[in-house]
């Protein structure tokens, strides 16, 4: 793997990070932990920091028992003349889980902290802390931005295999050291269990880690605690979560495959049939185990802006709770969309608001790629597309209004990332090669899976003059992650030239496909 040379702000003391992660790995030999509830807290399940910005982050934690959460940070990984912050105390209600926000830190610097877990009754009593770092955003342009994105992770009954290392796609992405990773959706397969092994082409077989609440659909608050749970066996993404922030969103296979609001379930897997009832089990687990600043308010909210200094403003969308109902999307009228209206209007404010030189619209689906939805044996579409190459219908209605008022408001500097179809691939949209003309060029690039089944590229709608430019995609359906086609992908903008580059990635890190583009111009 060719890594150009990382500047010195960016160094990371990556061998504490591990030797410090090894002291509480949680057992991954094919079945979860057994944690025993003598002697002090645990924290076997790592840590994670999320939503970081200029001054402030939030950081994670899961205990093996009641404790009270403390976080220290410093300056260096010696912790000296540490600053100590008393977080929540940690129970059953949230399944063990605590997050901590930490204010008044200094811009563009690395942060390091370590977690210890009290016992409520003898604050004295702690167990072996657990370290961390990450940056915080630079209030300057000078240092640039570097991060990685993609989504899908243990889908298609392809979860945690550790005759090939687990989760290798994290170590690539950490290689990089990024300043975060945008996780864009499908963190989790609630709907997909995972057997002990699974028959491979050639006579080969895949062995996967299997837990209780892996073993059927996720129903329960339980089920789908243990469902997040799951992935932090993998000492990979123990490891990455320790260096590298996230800014996490959601998509469908977080509660069930392409659900919709009051959708009742056909599904005979499932005794629970209402969607609603499933989602909102579903949200409660998602917001306990992610550090998410929108979903620890009052209106719980997955979508949000988060401020990467003067050069990034990521706006991450929530195309999933406010969605009407999949179908085969050609009526003349839709109010509602796949953003619903309130958060349509966010966004154009929020862009509109935006002085940041790149404004990275983070979809947890595609626009002009076509995703059917044949979930009741019905021809329904489940994005925005649905193969009309002709004026906008359905949900299209809803993008080209967001696209008309970039437009007409002269918002520079939008890029659309997304995970979503189990490929990667890139996308110019252009006004001169699409039925609907009342927008500005922009780009579209897609990536993922991270660990999961691959799939043949989708089909282009033409509405909006999708042109796609590079794809890599398997011919066939269901590609397992030991025959490849895993991505993942990097968005590095110049502190000198504000130029922002995209580089689309094998698991491997090898660079697939490269476009820069240039700031300041309204499409491109």
Known sequence: MSLRPLPGRRSVLRGSLAASAALTLPVAAGAAPALALSGRPRAGWGVQAGDVTTDSGLVWVRSDRPARMIVETAATPSFRNARRRLGPLLGADSDFTGTTRLHGLPAGEQIHYRVLLADPDDPRRTGEPVTGTFRTASATRRDGVRFVWSGDLAGQGWGINPDLGGYRIYRAMAALDPDFFLCSGDNIYADGPLAGSAPLPGGRTWRNVTTEEKAKVAETLAEFRGNFRYNLLDDNLRRFNAQVPSIVQWDDHEVTN???????????????????????????????????????????????????????????????????????????????????????????????????????????????????????????????????????????????????????RRITGTVWLTADVHHTSAQHYDPSRAAFKDFAPFWEFVSGPLNAGAFPASALDGTFGPDRVFVKAPATANVSPADGYQFFGEVDIDGDSGELTVRLREQDGTVLFTKALQPGRVGQ
């Open 258 to 408: 392409n659900w919709y609001p009051g959708e009742i379930l056909g599904d005979a897997r499932y005794t629970e049939k209402d969607v609603d009832v499933l989602a909102a089990r579903a949200r409660r687990a998602f917001s306990e185990y992610f550090p998410i600043s929108t979903l620890r308010r009052p209106s719980g909210r997955v979508h949000r802006v988060q401020r990467h200094g003067p050069l990034l403003d990521v706006f991450v969308l929530d195309m999933r709770t406010y969605r009407d109902a999949n179908s085969p999307d050609a009526q003349t009228a839709d109010a509602q969309g796949i953003l619903g209206r309130e958060q349509l209007e966010w966004l154009k404010r929020e862009l509109a608001r935006s002085r940041a030189v790149w404004k990275v619209i983070a979809a947890d689906m595609p626009l002009g790629l076509v995703v059917p939805d044949t979930t009741d044996g019905e021809p329904n579409f489940e994005a925005v597309a649905q193969g009309d190459p002709g004026a906008p219908l359905g949900r299209e209605l809803q993008i080209a209004e967001l696209l008309r008022f970039v437009k007409h």
